[in-house]
């Protein structure tokens, strides 16, 4: 799969409906938007092609062939309602479609409702984003589709360069404290085309490392902004990063720290709103914010890393049982696979609940004391003035 098939097939609700309105024109309808967006790119729109008239209809659910019978339901119940006929149906989705079930759909609707039936898919999707309209791609993907390049590499290269320069205390983390560090990043899909916003001032407030709160020792520098906490050219335990081009970045020592004979401690107590996950989720809950704010849509790719934390072990209440010999951070460096996080339809917890797992699971844990069997959050909920609270509300 390349990357413009992982884009198309990961695209969100909201993503979806503006692409879903760019190739119904490029096919040579004249589209009238009614607004009404769902979470799953529920989207409808008025069209007009050749003198005929209809609907046009978008989404991303995953039952295409439901939601499609579903949106049928309803333009006849507008028929009804306006007094109107319609010509056509036009139902864009990114999903697969054989050529066997287009056909099957065309006959099922134009017997029940007397319509057309256009069905645009992902093959469409791909074809009109890859090679017709490359631009939309760029727009919407955050990629040109004709450059060759190896985006996921790309972004992998952008992260390690990130960490290398924690390690070596330069760039941003020049006074960053010695010693053990949990990082968090988030990169945009589109973070190798171009800048979302002019100035580095332009960018929104940053609050500190477990806090939602923007905090005004936010600082203007270079091509980003960067919150230490008010302690710029003083010694540091955590900051937060933000760039131009919608990199951020999250980084505390505080997660860390010695047992009674020197061993390294990673705090990941469950009731503890400075347990690691704890951190994590609100600094990605607090960076999606930001990114929203600064424009960038699509899809936001999340690693979680612990540096110079060999021999780690998890930190724990006493009364909780663990398992029976903890495995100790086998590496210098640990870094989780890729989360993948839709901005429009962001669950942190949920996008979260496998990297989390993966940390547990490398210092020899079966569980993650943050999450119930089920997968469902069951860490501390830790509200904060004006902003609202960690998890956010449904």
């Known amino acids: 799969m390349d990357k413009l098939e992982w884009a198309v097939d990961t695209v969100d609700g909201t993503t979806f409906e ?26 409808d729109a008025r ?18 062939r439901g939601k499609l ?10 028929e009804e309602e306006q007094d109107e006929s319609f010509d056509l149906l ?50 919407h993907f955050g990629f040109n589709p004709k450059r060759n390049d190896d985006h996921i590499d790309q972004i992998l290269e952008l992260r390690d360069e990130r960490l290398n320069l924690i390690v070596n205390r330069e760039d941003v983390a020049t006074d960053l404290e010695d010693g053990p560090a949990a990082v968090i990043h988030l990169i945009p899909n589109g973070v190798f085309s171009g800048n979302y916003v002019q100035r580095s001032d332009d960018l929104p407030g940053l609050p500190r490392v477990g806090n939602l709160n923007v905090d005004h020792g936010t600082d203007t520098v270079g091509k980003g902004k960067l919150n230490t906490g008010g302690r710029m050219r003083q010694p540091y335990k955590s900051y937060t990063y933000l760039r131009k081009d919608g990199l951020y970045e999250a980084v505390d020592t505080w997660v860390f720290r010695e047992d009674e004979d020197g061993g390294l401690l990673l705090n990941n107590s469950r009731d503890a709103k400075e347990s690691l996950d704890c951190k994590a989720g609100i600094a990605v809950q607090a960076g999606i914010r930001a990114l929203k704010e600064m424009g960038v849509t699509g899809t936001v790719f999340c690693f979680i890393s612990l540096l110079d934390a060999k021999g780690a072990t998890i930190a724990y209440e006493t009364r909780i049982s663990g398992p029976a010999v903890q495995q100790p951070l086998r590496t210098v460096r640990y870094t989780t696979d890729l ?56």
């Open 18 to 43: 503006k692409i879903a309105g760019e190739i119904l024109r490029n096919e040579g309808y004249a589209v009238h938007e009614s607004g009404v967006i769902g979470t799953d790119g529920g989207w």
């Open 47 to 64: 069209i007009e092609i050749n003198g005929r008239n209809g609907i046009g209809h978008a989404s991303v659910d995953n039952s295409w």
């Open 69 to 78: 019978r579903d949106d049928a339901e309803s333009v006849e119940e507008l």
């Open 90 to 139: 036009v139902f864009v989705t990114n999903q697969r479609v054989t050529g066997q079930q287009e056909l099957d759909m065309e006959r099922e609707i134009e017997e029940e409702y007397g319509w057309d039936l256009k069905i645009l898919h992902r093959r469409h999707i791909i074809g009109i984003t890859g090679h017709e309209r490359p631009d939309l791609a760029e727009r």
């Open 339 to 394: 989360a993948e996080i839709p901005l429009a339809e962001a669950n942190v917890t949920d996008s979260l609940r496998d990297p989390l797992m993966e940390i547990w699971q490398e210092l020899g844990w079966n569980v993650n004391l943050h999450y119930d069997e089920d997968g469902s959050w069951i860490g501390p909920t830790i509200r904060f003035a004006d902003v609202g609270q960690f998890p956010a509300e449904d």
